[in-house]
């Protein structure tokens, strides 16, 4: 099952699907619409797969929690380009590999979670120059 091409999703302002133990795929597809999605609250609904990279273009996003599922892979350098994103919640998956310093370009974060995953390297020194940011979990 995969979520893409859908005409409504332009109108979107919150998407919540928290604790409904789905068990598919999770694609993003967001084509040359015009996305207006604040908040994604996916959070234990056993979703497995990469981390979608169309995320990075959802420019209103402020909130993203996807955390409590099965994904696998890297964080996408994309997700440093959500310019408004205050959280990220992406703890409590199976990722790999190093946090990217893209992340750093979230002036607006004030809420990072990372734990409980496979990450390797270090927390890029970066992240300690983000002034709104005052939760950090790695």
Do not use: C, M
């Not at 402020?62 to 890297?74: D, S």
Request: glycine share 10%; no cysteine.
């Amino acid at each position: 099952t995969s979520i893409s091409g859908l005409k409504w999703i332009n109108t979107i302002v919150k998407f919540n699907w928290i604790n409904q133990k789905f068990d598919f795929l999770f694609t993003v597809s967001t084509g040359k619409t015009s996305i207006k999605i604040r908040y994604i609250s996916l959070y234990n609904n056993r979703l497995s797969g990469n981390l979608p990279l169309e995320i990075g273009q959802l420019k209103n996003l402020r909130r993203l929690n996807i955390y409590g599922n099965r994904f696998t892979g890297n964080i996408p350098p994309e997700y440093g380009q959500i310019e408004k994103l205050g959280q990220l919640g992406l703890g409590h998956n199976d990722l790999t590999g190093e946090i990217p310093v893209e992340l750093s370009n979230l002036k607006e974060l004030w809420s990072l979670g990372l734990g409980h995953n496979k990450l390797t390297g270090i927390i890029p020194p970066q992240l300690g120059l983000l002034s709104q940011l005052s939760v950090a979990v790695a």
